[in-house]
């Protein structure tokens, strides 16, 4: 976990998502039309350019499809935290969304490694969902 990173700013688009993490739940845009998910969230699908959007429950495991290794601590904050791994989650088909894996030594992901949501806590009761290799699952 990153601390004293600043806290999401809910906007129009992302206010969902935000909501649903308070509950602890993983909401992606889903299109009323073809059914597919899509991220990041918008007015319409990129599948199908539909405009009747829904937020739905999104799988709460993954896959690694890319990341980045951070070294240099852009900001004062990360000095003592780097490295940490930002990384690309393939969590269904349509639905690649960001996220920080933690819990695990950033030079041991591979792609294609499974990962989980989990929500952290941060100040004032904000939970904020990042991704963790499954309890159970860890690689050698
Ligand atoms: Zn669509």
Redesign the pocket.
């Given at each position: 976990m990153l601390r004293g990173m600043p806290l999401p700013r809910p906007d129009h688009d992302t206010q969902p998502f935000w909501d649903a993490a308070q509950e602890g739940r993983y909401v992606v845009p889903r299109?009323a039309?073809?059914g597919?998910g899509h991220w990041p969230p918008g007015p319409m699908?990129p599948?199908?350019f539909?405009d009747e959007i829904a937020w739905g429950d999104a799988p709460t495991r993954g896959s690694v499809y890319s990341w980045v290794v951070a070294t240099h601590p852009v900001a004062e904050v990360l000095v003592d935290q780097v490295p940490y791994a930002i990384a690309l989650i393939d969590l269904e088909p349509g639905v690649r969304v960001v996220g920080n894996v933690v819990g695990c030594d950033p030079s041991a992901i591979q792609a294609g490694m499974a990962v989980e949501v989990f929500f952290e806590e941060r100040e004032e009761g904000v939970r904020v969902p990042n991704f963790r290799i499954p309890s159970g699952n860890l690689e050698a």
């Open positions: 299109c039309a073809c597919v699908c599948h199908c539909g």
